[in-house]
């Protein structure tokens, strides 16, 4: 199983908005509803943030919103912050309980 | 709440084996399945393999297929996580997750593998 394609890094200015693409293939994202998105800062538990590619739980901010198109989830950080300053991890389901991670992209706030 | 408490670091030396626990609370056991992650030092996240706490049964991803052993203590309420033939490859903080989401995650358990 390979992982999932993140860009390494990705930077905006506060108040901005980014995306994150996390590309899979036919056998994952692209074949289920099951994309998750992790926030995790340095030496931290990873947070989930979206979850079932769009919803989100309770508590997080809905300036993360997720969407899939094909292949492809997506993680939008709208109104950039400076504590949206961390690592990003998407996760997908890959058939009989796999799942398989993106590399992870670091968010920088300019 | 929900909470998985992990069993605490352990230091290990190349061949050896180790042992990390999960033990959840806070909801019904046998009710969700259990994810193994681990993290190596500066690296991403590496999902390793899942189990079913009311069957006990395991997917385990190719990469450690005879590595790795998931099982549950259902008399505890414990899933245990056993990986064999440690290489230093193996440091890692490793953390359980509940579900096929990945909603709560354990506070993770550092395991370093070091002569």
């Known amino acids: 199983q390979s992982a999932l394609a993140q860009p390494a890094s990705v930077s905006g200015s506060p108040g901005q908005s980014i995306t994150i693409a996390c590309i899979g293939s036919?056998?994952?994202?692209?074949?289920?509803?099951?994309v998750s998105w992790f926030q995790q800062y340095p030496g931290k538990v990873p947070k989930l943030i979206v979850y079932?590619?769009?919803k989100r739980p309770s508590g997080v901010s809905n300036r993360f919103s997720g969407s899939k198109s094909g292949n492809t989830a997506s993680l939008t950080i709208s109104g950039l912050q400076a504590d949206d300053e961390a690592d990003y991890y998407c996760c997908s389901y890959a058939g009989s309980n796999s799942f398989v991670f993106g590399g992870g992209t670091k968010v920088t706030v300019l | 709440q929900v909470e998985l408490v992990q069993s605490g670091g352990e230091l290990k030396t190349p061949g050896a084996s180790a042992r990390v626990s999960c033990q959840p609370s806070g909801y019904t056991f046998n009710t969700y399945g259990i994810n193994w992650v681990r993290q190596a030092p500066g690296q991403g996240l590496e999902w390793m393999g899942w189990i079913t706490p009311s069957n006990g049964n395991t997917n385990i991803a190719q990469k450690f297929l005879g590595r790795l052993t998931l099982t549950t203590d259902t008399s505890t309420a414990t899933i245990y996580m056993d990986l064999t033939r440690l290489t230093s490859d193996d440091t890692a903080v490793y953390y359980c997750?509940?579900?096929?989401?990945?909603?709560?995650w354990g506070q993770g358990s550092f395991v370093l593998v070091s002569s």
């Open positions: 036919s056998g994952d994202v692209g074949s289920y509803n099951l």
């Open positions: 997750a509940r579900t096929q989401v990945l909603d709560y």
């Open positions: 079932e590619g769009h």
